[in-house]
T-cell receptor, first 113, second 115 residues
Framework: DSGVTQTPKHLITATGQRVTLRCSPRSEDLSVYWYQQSLDQGLQFLIHYYNGEERAKGNILERFSAQQFPDLHSELNLSSLELGDSALYFCASSVDYRTDTQYFGPGTRLTVL | AQSVTQPDIHITVSEGASLELRCNYSYGATPYLFWYVQSPGQGLQLLLK??????LVQGIKGFEAEFKRSQSSFNLRKPSVHWSDAAEYFCAVGPMDTGRRALTFGSGTRLQVQP
């Protein structure tokens, strides 16, 4: 158990819908990263937050957004969902962005029908 | 841009045999290097990491990896594989000298262990 929690574990929804994925980092961690794992794209970095501020963006679609709250938990919002958004979404956390040791949560499996 | 190559998509070894999973990276400076393991339906578990210093690093579950700068490689090894090692293994690189701290992952190597 990495200490990073993600909810829900599974999510099934329809095209065009909006969902929110939640991540709670380890208690001492200020950085939260979101990754998407799909069969065709592999593991790809989406976005990084540090202590409430966005630090970097990767291959994140405009339909996707995220935020990190004062208690350091983070939410990834996915809207206007398409079939191709079906994937495993991971959250990872680290103490700060300098150490780079990221600990991953168990993931949320999103299925868009 | 940095990249990671894991040339073996799928490897099968017998239980008790030795294992080496290959990883090559492309990056302009010395990177941070990681190996993660993902069991079916599970998240990513950190096996080991290299930041600096001794180029042979020890990890959990009896794994080790060696950083070879001249070959831009960070291969993962285990002297004797157990059936529970069957999983997918990901090599990842993270930059040391830029503001973007996200990890770049290889495409993974799926390990199958034969009894």
């Amino acid at each position: 158990d990495s200490g990073v929690t993600q909810t829900p574990k599974h999510l099934i929804t329809a095209t065009g819908q909006r969902v929110t994925l939640r991540c709670s980092p380890r208690s001492e961690d200020l950085s939260v990263y979101w990754y998407q794992q799909s069969l065709d794209q592999g593991l790809q970095f989406l976005i990084h937050y540090y202590n409430g501020e966005e630090r970097a963006k990767g291959n994140i679609l405009e339909r996707f957004s995220a935020q990190q709250f004062p208690d350091l938990h983070s939410e990834l919002n996915l809207s206007s969902l398409e079939l191709g958004d079906s994937a495993l979404y991971f959250c990872a956390s680290s103490v700060d962005y300098r150490t780079d040791t990221q600990y991953f949560g168990p993931g949320t499996r999103l299925t868009v029908l | 841009a940095q990249s990671v190559t894991q040339p073996d998509i799928h490897i099968t070894v017998s239980e008790g045999a030795s294992l080496e999973l290959r990883c090559n990276y492309s990056y302009g400076a010395t990177p941070y290097l990681f190996w993660y393991v993902q069991s079916p339906g599970q998240g990513l578990q950190l096996l080991l990491k290299y930041f600096s210093g001794d180029t042979l690093v020890q990890g959990i579950k009896g794994f080790e990896a060696e950083f070879k700068r001249s070959q831009s490689s960070f291969n993962l090894r285990k002297p004797s594989v157990h059936w529970s090692d069957a999983a997918e293994y990901f090599c990842a690189v993270g930059p040391m000298d830029t503001g973007r701290r996200a990890l770049t992952f290889g495409s993974g190597t799926r390990l199958q262990v034969q009894p």
